[in-house]
DNA sequence: GATAGTTTCATACAAGTGTTTTAATTGCAA
DNA sequence: TTGCAATTAAAACACTTGTATGAAACTATC
């Protein structure tokens, strides 16, 4: 039992220089400065440095991955067992997008610190992102319930690509922002989800791609 | 001018090295010792290990822009300054996916080496990364001029899109090897290039995004 | 063949890292 | 209070890291 207290102000303190700083340059000694606790204790509580930064991100991907599911279940049931593809592909990336973006100066830690987590990659967080495969998994089997004539190749690439703009639209969003000279609002969370989901319903309903049909635009 | 033996070997080494075991695993030390020169032939020859890194990513993203730019040329050329969209799109997306996918067995150290530097972002390829801009804004320009009734936000999301796909796909193609169970060939890379091309270029091309128009699947 | 400039080498440096150790302290139960 | 476990604390440990130094070896020019 006992305090527990400064295991949470490793946690606090960690997550929140982390999501400031990056990886990268923020050492144990940082952390426990900023929690005011002993340097051991990090160790004595968490293991081992990478076993901090694994429970903080486990933390806070388990929490999007169990919205997930929730919004997931629940269109499931309200169709009766198949849901309409834009609404599982809304729940796929609506819960990380919008724990992500939205208004720079109102984001929270959690959410800084999950993009950090989503553009440095480190090694003890890449391992847990290689256990999500199980996760995804349910949402094949939504999108097959969803679109049965599709073939299953087409359902993974469709999954993949609405992973693809939405992580890379949170990875990005600095560079889009510049790019685009302020034009494209990262703030409208609502619009982000809303276009990514219409794009990947295009992918994933439009006639059938011209298969493997070499492509008269290829190379050259 | 001397031999330039020793830097072009230490290039090599650390191609290698970094291609096979990354960035976050590599010393000064093991690249040396691969290249079999002497510790202190990196910092003369490149002024840190830093510089050492930006210089072989720079040299291959050097020259897939150039290749980028070739094709992109190309196309406006033949097409009187003005070039479908699908040419662009593949222009944009064909040689960074060329340049990392196919058959593993025959990539080349410098695929495999771009595909570390996607997954891992290091500090100094970040800041090189960030100079990609002004390459970005040629793409937008030709994509203004193939589709000039498109809203110049709508085309930014394009192109953000495109970029996502590509590279998401570059960064996770072993995810979506396992997740399909070896159903997605990710080895056919025409096959790879020409389903981002085609999803990218709906989203550019379908009847307007329902633009602002809070959706009415809006989480909760 | 001496000389100036370049390149290589062995080695030292200095700083920073996560982790361990060992002892002191605390908190709680008997 | 006493005893015992959990926690905190200070310090040192054991390494690794990139970088700097200064002498040696080489190379090419005159």
Redesign the interface.
Same mark, same amino acid.
């Given at each position: 039992m006992a305090s527990d207290h400064t295991r949470s102000a490793i946690l606090a303190a960690a997550e929140r220089l982390y999501a400031d700083r990056g990886f990268?340059d923020v050492t144990l000694r940082d952390i426990v400065a900023e929690a005011n606790v002993n340097l051991a204790a990090v160790n004595y509580h968490f293991g081992s440095k990478d076993e901090l930064i694994a429970e903080l991100f486990v933390t806070r991907s388990i929490a999007t991955n169990r919205e997930r599911l929730r919004?997931l279940k629940a269109a499931e049931e309200q169709g009766g067992g198949r849901a309409p593809i834009?609404?599982i592909l %809304?729940a796929l990336v609506?819960p990380p997008l919008?724990g992500c973006l939205g208004p720079e100066n109102q984001r929270s830690t959690a959410a800084r610190f999950m993009i950090r987590a989503s553009?440095?990659?480190v090694?003890p967080i890449r391992r847990i992102k290689?256990r999500e495969?199980d996760h995804?998994?349910k949402f094949?089997g939504a999108m097959r319930r969803s679109l049965p004539d599709r073939s %299953?190749?087409d359902i993974?690439?469709g999954?993949?690509?609405a992973?693809?703009?939405a %992580? %890379?639209?949170i990875r990005?969003s600095e560079?889009?922002t510049?790019?685009?000279e302020g034009?494209?609002d990262l703030d409208?969370v609502?619009?982000v989800?809303?276009?990514?989901?219409?794009?990947a319903t295009?992918?994933l309903t439009?006639g059938k791609?011209?298969a493997?049909a070499?492509?008269r635009?290829?190379?050259r």
């Open positions: 990268g919004q834009e609404v %809304h609506g919008r553009i440095e990659s090694p290689n495969i995804l998994r094949v %299953h190749v993974y690439w999954l993949n690509f992973l693809a703009m %992580h %890379h639209t990005e560079r889009l510049k790019l685009s034009q494209c409208d609502e619009d989800v809303a276009r990514v989901v219409s794009v295009m992918a439009a791609v011209e493997k070499p492509s635009l290829a190379a």
